[in-house]
Structures are given as C-alpha cells and as structure tokens.
C-alpha cells in the first residue's frame, strides 16, 4: 500500500517569511496529492490539491509542487501571517481509491 | 465545498457503555464514507471504508466488532465504538467525497470522545 513521508515534523517561521514543507510517498500509481490545514480540535479542511498531470499549482500565498519522478511534492506558504499556524497534513490517492493515505503532520508556528 | 455533518461533537461516557456517532452528507449523495482516528498531536489513522448498502472494509488492526460501522442511506453512515474502554478515548472524524470534484474528500467536525 501507499505510505506518505512528511518532514519537518515542527516548524517555526518569522511572520513575513517563507515555509515549505515537503512529502514523499511510495506508490507510483499515486496522482492525487491534496494538503489540508487543521486548527487544533478542529475538522482538516482542504487548502490546496495537485494532480499527477501538473508540476505546480498556486493559490494566492500557497503553491504546490510535484515530482512525479523522485515521488515528492510540497507546500509552499510565502508571506505566512499568524493565521497560518496550524497542522497541516499532505496526502495521497490514485483516482480508483478514494482512499487517502496522510502524511505525519507538520506543526507551523507562525512567529509575531 | 460539500458539507458533511458530524454529530455528537463530544461524548464522554463510563467504561463499558457503547457510543454512536453518526457521519452525514448534507448536500450530496455518498455512496463510500471513511472513519478516521487521530490521537493527540498525531496523524489521521482510517479505520475503515464505510459503503453503502454494504459491509464496511476495516483496516488491519482495526477490530470490526468492536467499532461498528453502517451505512444504511447515501447520506449516513455512522459509527458504534462498543463497550468503550479508556483507552478508546480519541478524536474520530469521518469524511466522504461529493462525486463530483474527483478525489476530495470533505471532513466532519470530528467527535471527541472520552471514556471515563
């Protein structure tokens, strides 16, 4: 089965600056890639997805990269703002399993 | 987005009592559901794919008879921790994906459950 990698496991910015959290999973079959933030004691809400037949995708302040080659995608959050901090958790599929397969998790701190 | 209500939000309950919580799509029709753990500052675990009209697929490890899972409309699903130990004691979210947008999943507000 699928089995998705997440680092870092924490992680601390100075507001204004730049994070970037990264995954890799080891199905190849894999062409789903969505990443959702999840405010503690809260629902994982979906902030950005990636398909396998693009190499990045941008949402305002949040862009996702993806190498289908080396099986790694990442997060990228430019001119983070206090807001920012939360969970987020990268994950996998392919398009014939709706299953997902999460990664770890990476705690953002957002620093004032 | 689709909307998928989870309900009760918090249950607290004695050792050895069943707990039900129940998983909805409010506003599309979901023919496969999924039943999440997640314990304190760790990831979303699937417990089990919960399908319409059908026999839940539980994940290894996961014992079927003690978290009960049906889904007996397109829009409910709804999940039995029975003869609840502390150690049940977790956060447990479903989700479920609207058939339209391929892939996403919606989540529930999740329940948090703790067993005294």
């Known amino acids: 089965g699928e089995n998705v990698e997440q680092h870092p496991s924490t992680l601390s910015v100075q507001e204004g600056d730049s994070a970037v959290i990264k995954c890799t999973y080891s199905?190849?079959?894999?062409?789903?890639f969505p990443w959702y933030k999840q405010e503690l004691g809260k629902r994982p809400q979906l902030i950005i997805d990636?398909?396998?037949?693009?190499g990045e995708k941008k949402d305002q302040r949040i862009a996702v990269t993806l190498n289908k080659t080396a099986k790694h995608f990442s997060l990228h959050i430019t001119e983070t703002q206090p807001e920012d901090s939360a969970v987020y958790f990268c994950?996998?599929?392919?398009?014939?399993?709706?299953?997902?397969?999460f990664g770890t998790g990476t705690r953002l701190t957002i620093i004032p | 987005g689709a909307v998928v209500s989870q309900h009760p939000s918090r249950v607290i309950c004695k050792s050895g009592t069943s707990v039900k919580i129940e998983c909805r799509s409010l506003?599309?029709?979901?023919?496969?559901m999924f039943w999440y753990r997640q314990f304190p500052k760790q990831s979303l675990m699937l417990m089990a794919t919960?399908?319409?009209?059908?026999?839940?697929?539980?994940e290894q490890g996961v014992e079927k008879d003690k978290f009960l899972i049906n889904h007996a409309s397109l829009t409910l699903s709804t999940l039995t921790v029975t003869s609840a130990h502390p150690e049940d004691s977790s956060f447990y979210i479903c989700?479920?994906?609207?058939?339209?947008?391929?892939?996403?999943?919606?989540f529930g507000a999740g329940t948090r459950l703790s067993v005294l």
């Open positions: 990636i398909r396998s037949n693009v």
């Open positions: 994950a996998a599929n392919n398009f014939g399993n709706e299953k997902l397969t």
């Open positions: 199905d190849s079959a894999s062409n789903y």
């Open positions: 506003d599309f029709q979901a023919t496969t």
């Open positions: 919960s399908n319409e009209g059908s026999k839940a697929t539980y």
């Open positions: 989700s479920a994906g609207d058939g339209v947008r391929l892939n996403i999943q919606y």
